[in-house]
C-alpha cells in the first residue's frame, strides 16, 4: 500500500544550521510524483516542488534543494544556512497514477524550530 | 498565489448540527478537493470533484458530503456534527488530475462541542 513516512517529529537548529528533512515513501507504481509543503506557523499550505518518478535529477532553489533516490524511496529536503523564517512544518506527499481517488498521500510532517 | 478562498475560517457549532463549509476558486480549475488536518495524521482526502456535479469519495468520507453545482464552488456539508469532526479543513485545486500540482486554500478550523 502507498505509504509516506516522515519519521522526524521535530527538529530544532540554531539559525545559519544546515538541515534536512527526511521522507520515505512506498509504492507499487513506476509512476508517480512526490511533493514538498510548508505550513508556517500562520496555518497555510504552501506548495515547495513537485518531482515525477523519471525524474531524479536533484533540484536547487536557493537555500533548498531536494534529493530524490528512486534506490531507497527516498525524496529529501535540505535547507543550507537556515533562518528563523524556515521555522514550520514540513509535508512530505506522493501521488500514484491509477488511483480513483486521485489523492495525495501526506507524511505526518516535520516540525522545523529555527532557533535565532 | 492561487485564487482560494474558503468560508467560514473559523466555526464553532454543537454535536449533531449540521454544518457547511464553503470552497471558492477564481482559477477555473477542473479538480477541487476537500481534506482535513489532524495532529499525527497530516492530511487525509475527505472528497474530490473531477468537474460540475463530478464527485467521488476519499479515505474518511463518512459523516460528509459533498457538492459542485458551479465550476468555482465546492461545498463540504457535515450532515450531523460530532466530536471527532473537529479538525481543520482544507480544500485544494488543480487544473488536470493526476501529478497535478494541488494548491490549498487558507483552511478553516471547525470545533464541535
Known amino acids: 500500500a502507498q505509504k509516506v513516512t516522515q519519521a522526524q517529529t521535530e527538529i530544532s537548529v540554531v539559525e545559519k544550521e544546515d538541515v534536512t528533512l527526511d521522507c520515505v515513501y512506498e509504492?507499487?507504481?513506476?509512476?508517480?510524483?512526490l511533493f514538498w509543503y510548508k505550513q508556517p506557523p500562520s496555518g497555510e499550505l504552501v506548495f515547495l516542488i513537485r518531482?515525477?518518478?523519471?525524474?531524479?535529477q536533484n533540484e536547487i532553489s536557493g537555500r533548498y534543494s531536494w534529493n530524490f533516490q528512486k534506490s531507497t524511496s527516498s525524496f529529501n529536503f535540505t535547507i543550507t544556512a537556515s533562518q528563523v523564517v524556515d521555522s514550520a512544518v514540513y509535508f512530505c506527499a506522493l501521488s500514484e497514477e491509477g488511483g480513483a481517488t486521485n489523492k495525495l498521500i501526506f507524511g505526518t510532517g516535520t516540525l522545523l524550530a529555527v532557533q535565532p | 498565489d492561487a485564487g482560494i478562498t474558503q468560508s467560514p475560517r473559523h466555526k464553532v457549532t454543537e454535536t449533531g448540527t449540521p454544518v457547511t463549509l464553503r470552497c471558492h476558486q477564481t482559477?477555473?480549475?477542473?479538480?477541487m478537493y476537500w481534506y482535513r488536518q489532524d495532529p499525527g495524521h497530516g492530511l487525509r482526502l475527505i472528497h474530490y470533484?473531477?468537474?460540475?456535479?463530478?464527485?467521488d469519495k476519499g479515505e474518511v468520507s463518512d459523516g460528509y458530503s459533498v457538492s459542485r453545482s458551479k465550476t468555482e464552488d465546492f461545498l463540504l456539508t457535515l450532515e450531523s456534527a460530532t466530536s471527532s469532526q473537529t479538525s481543520v479543513y482544507f480544500c485544494?485545486?488543480?487544473?488536470?488530475?493526476?501529478?497535478?500540482?494541488?494548491?490549498f486554500g487558507p483552511g478553516t478550523r471547525l470545533t464541535v462541542l
Open positions: 509504492t507499487r507504481d513506476t509512476t508517480y510524483y
Open positions: 470533484s473531477y468537474g460540475v456535479k463530478d464527485t
Open positions: 518531482r515525477n518518478s523519471f525524474d531524479e
Open positions: 485544494a485545486i488543480s487544473g488536470t488530475g493526476f501529478g497535478d500540482t494541488q494548491y
Open positions: 482559477e477555473n480549475h477542473r479538480y
